[in-house]
């Protein structure tokens, strides 16, 4: 009862802050998002897989991201097509009988869920873009707080023991007998991820931020971020900050004081990275043998044979998308594979790899646009910069298209970073009550 209300809670808030602004509903879907983790470990039910699910339904209802200007249309041409093309295929294979309708509809959330993001990336204005970042911000420190609260006293006394936290007890390798920091999230690496996702926004907030405490909250966040990252133990995610961050201090253009003050909270991380033992399994990236051994067998190991016994793919749902414990026995012939292409290979055929590969490939080519200048050019190019780093290294991992609330920001960045940056102009004005438009007509008559 309690994953029902909870679900009910999330589509009618998300909704309502969807119809308020398209900024407000992001970040209305994100608490939801934060906390979806910590919510369906603690609440055992079959609905409580579907909390973020209904939030997500209600900001896609919602009606105010749904501009009517014909400039906002043109330039979202591209991400409609876009979501066209990556929605229709996955809605082509349900109609196959490759795996049971429950399974396939669970395989189909996986495939073309957070498809549609693309679009309201499109429509993202600055104003929206604030909105969102500052509500990032607030949220990250509530996560690591809670992060440093299991870190305290134990990851245990947050997530217990059951089926829906077995990859969160299988983690206890940050440092000897430590598990890693999940904070609120399902897992560590969902924790990790998601801090790293955030990190272009919160410099974004603080290099144009229009309130002081944007720029405070801002400099907090992206400081807790960065711990967050080490506390997670992930390795991908350490990289990637590490990327990030070297963008950022070679290309913002910011004052010398804002560019010192960023370099000293980064040597605070890593003398704090270097001087705990539990933040420190970023080392094991130097054991070039456990490396070349992991990348095989994510590049290697049955990718050829899926190709060759599932030319069409496995069915939706058959190479393992999020299916919850409850439907994991009904799975035909379960393919597991740490590779997201060839997850999408397993599910969606060669013709579905091809039509993702392709995406990316447009991603990458539209560069100029995401390079462009704007008032919010240094956070457009490392978010862009962090969807190539995503696409790129999915063939190591699973759970990109899939991860509660990172694939969020990844699906959301790719439509923001690929149109051009909206015109003031474009931005509808408000009308005061009881005020008429002035159309040529009118201006007459009251002249």
Request: aromatic fraction near 12%; include cysteine.
């Amino acid at each position: 009862m309690v994953a029902i209300i909870l679900c009910i809670l999330a589509f009618g808030t998300c909704y309502w802050a969807g119809k308020r602004s398209l900024g407000r509903g992001l970040v209305a879907l994100l608490v939801f998002g934060y906390f979806y983790g910590i919510l369906r470990a603690n609440i055992l039910a079959t609905f409580s897989h579907f909390i973020f699910d209904a939030g997500l339904v209600g900001l896609y209802l919602s009606p105010t991201w749904r501009s009517k200007i014909a400039a906002e249309h043109k330039r979202s041409r591209a991400a409609k097509v876009w979501v066209a093309i990556l929605v229709l295929w996955p809605l082509l294979l349900l109609a196959m009988p490759f795996q049971p309708l429950l399974v396939s509809l669970v395989g189909l959330r996986g495939n073309v869920f957070f498809i549609p993001l693309l679009l309201l990336g499109s429509r993202l204005r600055q104003k929206d873009l604030l909105e969102l970042s500052a509500g990032v911000a607030i949220l990250d420190l509530i996560a690591v707080g809670f992060a440093a609260a299991e870190y305290v006293l134990g990851v245990p006394r947050f997530y217990p023991q059951n089926v829906v936290t077995l990859i969160i007890y299988a983690s206890i390798d940050a440092g000897p007998g430590f598990f890693r920091i999940p904070a609120i999230f399902t897992s560590a690496h969902a924790f990790g991820a998601t801090m790293v996702a955030t990190i272009p926004y919160l410099m974004g907030l603080w290099t144009s931020g229009e309130k002081p405490w944007h720029r405070v909250v801002a400099l907090a966040s992206m400081g807790a971020a960065m711990v967050g990252v080490l506390m997670s133990a992930t390795r991908v995610n350490f990289v990637f900050g590490c990327v990030m961050v070297t963008i950022f201090v070679f290309t913002a253009k910011v004052q010398r004081k804002h560019r010192i003050l960023f370099l000293f909270i980064i040597g605070i991380m890593a003398a704090t990275a270097l001087t705990n033992v539990r933040f420190q399994r970023f080392k094991s990236l130097g054991d070039t043998e456990s490396v070349s051994e992991r990348l095989a067998g994510s590049v290697n190991r049955n990718f050829w044979e899926i190709l060759e016994d599932y030319p069409m793919g496995n069915g939706l749902g058959g190479g393992g998308t999020s299916i919850p414990y409850f439907l994991q026995g009904e799975v035909r012939n379960p393919i597991g594979m740490e590779n997201e292409y060839a997850r999408i290979l397993s599910e969606q055929g060669v013709v579905g790899l091809l039509i993702w590969l392709a995406f990316v490939g447009w991603l990458v080519g539209r560069f100029p646009i995401a390079f462009a200048r704007g008032p919010d050019a240094t956070c457009r190019r490392i978010v862009w910069c962090l969807c190539l780093f995503s696409f790129g290294t999915a063939w190591i991992g699973t759970g990109l298209l899939t991860s509660i609330p990172a694939t969020l920001f990844l699906m959301l960045g790719s439509g923001w970073t690929t149109v051009p940056p909206a015109s003031p102009a474009a931005t509808p004005r408000k009308r005061r009550p009881g005020l008429r438009e002035q159309t040529p007509a009118y201006a007459s008559a009251i002249r």
